[in-house]
């Protein structure tokens, strides 16, 4: 089993959708990659387990009763303990503005409903890897600035 396998094998991925069809469908399809999942059926049960769990991704629904996957977005990169957790808006919509709109929100990726699996698969695996790079990047560099910090002191 190669490096980057294992790298996704220990992800987890929290799925959000009101809806809970889609829900269950998110999770199978991920069953593949051989991930943990996390369900959430509401944004604010989602900021609830970001805050506890520290997922590896979020795939958030946009439209969802009293707190939208937008605004989910906005505070989850706005918010400097969580901001570095990639996010995939899964959407209906298909306007411009509504593309935008999860741009602005912060959102690192979308995907348009209907899901298709491989395109699910292909973008979350890349998001994923992308993640274990970024934090692998950021220990190394965490490294580097004790090891710079002891020369100076002459250690």
Not at 82 to 104: G, N
Request: with cysteine; proline share 3%.
């Amino acid at each position: 089993m190669t490096e980057e396998n294992n790298d996704i094998m220990n992800s987890t991925v929290l799925v959000v959708d009101d809806n809970e069809q889609n829900l269950e469908l998110l999770i199978a399809y991920l069953e593949d990659l051989q991930c943990g999942t996390i369900a959430a059926s509401t944004g604010v049960e989602a900021l609830e387990i970001v805050k506890e769990k520290m997922p590896d991704l979020v795939l958030l629904d946009v439209m969802m009763p009293k707190m939208s996957g937008f605004e989910v977005c906005r505070r989850l990169k706005g918010d400097p303990q969580t901001s570095h957790i990639p996010i995939i808006m899964v959407t209906a919509l298909s306007e411009l503005a509504d593309i935008e709109r999860a741009i602005d929100s912060g959102t690192d990726d979308f995907l348009s409903k209907p899901v298709n699996k491989w395109e699910l698969i292909t973008r979350v695996k890349t998001m994923l890897k992308l993640k274990n790079l970024t934090d692998k990047l950021e220990r190394t560099l965490a490294y580097l600035d004790q090891v710079e910090a002891q020369v100076r002191s002459g250690k």
